[in-house]
């Protein structure tokens, strides 16, 4: 299965022209795989805020593995779910900034361990959180890319790329024989 991520990663990050640590296609891999493989319902009835709450109540490798778990929740929703998320009445932006500041608490608190492993992977928390928009465009690329379509879906997609102009829902739906065109709009003069 990482293999398989692995790819998608790689090909993700072409396509938006991003170039990241390798650690961090890594990390990026490995959180794909471990969702497709453990997500776990019981951390999805928590809302971020809640999850806020429990890593800052939490001491030593706990809160280190609490905030590292909210950013890498927050990143898989907002990549993944984006859709959703608005009609449960969250922005994307709050999940973004909520994932920005757990990845960074991760890194600050994973500085202060004295492993080399943990100061390795303090870097990764620190890009994730500083490039957290590009990550989930790469993780929307991702599920773009992989996705089944249905009809229903490539109508949702049509819906997705008429609100956004997302070029990345333009290309799926050129890979469908739709080539969706701006509208030209009828000035007044």
Sequence with gaps: MRAYFRDRVLAALRRQGIKTHERTEFYLVNLLAEFAVHDDIEEHRHTLVELFAKAMEAEGPERLRRFKSMGDRALYRTGFFAENLTGRGITRDYVMTMGERAYSAAR??????????EAEFAETYGELAKRFGAFVRVLDDIRESTALRSPQDIVKLYERWRLTRSPIAAERLREHGLFPQASKKKQLH
Excluded at 108 to 116: C, G, L
């Design 108 to 117: 600050q608190i994973a500085h202060r361990v004295k492993t080399p492993r």
